[in-house]
């Protein structure tokens, strides 16, 4: 059985979460919180239920503006996690949008590819929140 849909707000220090279970999930905004948050356990809960079930298809989208190091760590969890539809043969699509000018994202985004080996695309944009 699939979680129920979630939807969490945007704080000044954590970014807006869209969670559903049709294969939706949306983060945007900021992620400069520095602490385990109820956003954070929210979020992860969510998934480890998701997973056990996925759709055919996930799409991901991350739009960020400002993403710090403590929450690169936290991203990174989450694709893993999500990661984890691949092994039961459904399809995964990652989409992290990044502002034009904003190599720091685009690297930490690369990063995160690489080094966990998930696939993610990337789209430059001159509006990063029109993702929003």
């Known amino acids: 059985m699939r979680p129920d849909p979630v939807h969490i707000n945007a704080t000044g220090n954590t970014p ?3 969670l559903n279970p049709d294969g939706q999930v949306k983060i ?3 992620a400069i919180d520095e602490s385990r948050s109820k956003f954070s356990d929210q979020l ?3 998934i480890d239920s998701y997973v056990l079930d996925p759709a055919d298809k996930t ?3 991350i739009a960020l503006e400002y993403l710090n190091s403590f929450n690169s760590i936290y991203i990174s969890s989450v694709l ?3 990661s984890i539809v691949r092994d039961k043969m459904k399809k995964l699509e990652i989409n992290w949008y990044v502002e034009d000018d904003d190599d ?3 690297e930490r985004g690369e990063y995160i590819s690489s080094t966990f080996g998930i696939p ?3 789209t430059l ?3 990063i929140k029109s993702y929003y």
């Open 104 to 106: 720091d994202m685009l």
């Open 59 to 61: 799409d991901v989208l």
């Open 125 to 127: 944009t001159d509006q």
């Open 44 to 46: 992860m809960t969510w």
């Open 80 to 82: 893993r996690k999500l």
């Open 28 to 30: 945007t905004g900021r």
């Open 120 to 122: 993610i695309q990337f």
């Open 16 to 18: 807006e979460v869209t």
